[in-house]
T-cell receptor
Framework: AQSVSQHNHHVILSEAASLELGCNYSYGGTVNLFWYVQYPGQHLQLLLKYFSGDPLVKGIKGFEAEFIKSKFSFNLRKPSVQWSDTAEYFCAVNVWGSQGNLIFGKGTKLSVKP | DADVTQTPRNRITKTGKRIMLECSQTKGHDRMYWYRQDPGLGLRLIYYSFDVKDINKGEISDGYSVSRQAQAKFSLSLESAIPNQTALYFC????????????FGEGSRLTVL
């Protein structure tokens, strides 16, 4: 069965530190990839997505992610985090031909200290 | 107003009670989903529907049922709630292009005592 792994359960950073959250998936075919963010007490919002083309994808609020097909990875990055980035981040994968159902990772909680 | 609306937003109930969570959407999407979120477990799919007459079980459908009353409405029922169904429940929608992109409601927090 397809699965999505997020390596870190909880990451704690100081403001202005750089961020990289890992995401790996276990399917060898064509995929669509997503990062969703959930701010405290809120619903999930789309941060960025990759369908095809340039493997470096830029999202909202200065986030970016790089799709590395050979590594089955889609890591999320931000050069300098802010306190307002404190949230839980979910990686998700859609396998082409799977009727569009997303498979979610278990999430990484990011805490940014002011 | 939110495109995907869930009611109630918070509910506390007792073991054995029947609970219904409702979801309505104004996005015009055909596909609707119910997910459950638990700390450390991420989101798990309970049921999904691609059309009014289409209902499909997800990863964790036991103990739940759904009804797709109209294109815009998708309700989740717990016939006899139990404490391990205490969780945050999200409704989501998507269009029919199979990209997988979901649009989420604001969540319904259910506590079963």
């Amino acid at each position: 069965a397809q699965s999505v792994s997020q390596h870190n359960h909880h990451v704690i950073l100081s403001e202005a530190a750089s961020l990289e959250l890992g995401c790996n998936y276990s399917y060898g075919g064509t995929v669509n990839l997503f990062w969703y963010v959930q701010y405290p007490g809120q619903h999930l919002q789309l941060l960025l997505k990759y369908f095809s083309g340039d493997p470096l994808v830029k999202g909202i609020k200065g986030f970016e992610a790089e799709f590395i097909k050979s590594k089955f990875s889609f890591n999320l990055r931000k050069p300098s985090v802010q306190w307002s980035d404190t949230a839980e981040y979910f990686c998700a994968v859609n396998v082409w031909g799977s009727q569009g159902n997303l498979i979610f990772g278990k999430g990484t909680k990011l805490s940014v200290k002011p | 107003d939110a495109d995907v609306t869930q009611t109630p937003r918070n509910r506390i109930t007792k073991t054995g009670k029947r609970i219904m969570l409702e979801c309505s959407q104004t996005k015009g999407h055909d596909r609707m989903y119910w997910y459950r979120q638990d700390p450390g477990l991420g989101l798990r799919l309970i049921y999904y529907s691609f059309d009014v007459k289409d209902i499909n079980k997800g990863e964790i459908s036991d103990g739940y049922s759904v009804s797709r009353q109209a294109q815009a409405k998708f309700s989740l029922s717990l016939e006899s709630a139990i404490p391990n169904q205490t969780a945050l429940y999200f409704c989501a929608t998507s269009d029919s292009t199979n990209t997988g992109e979901l649009f989420f409601g604001e969540g319904s927090r259910l506590t079963v005592l």
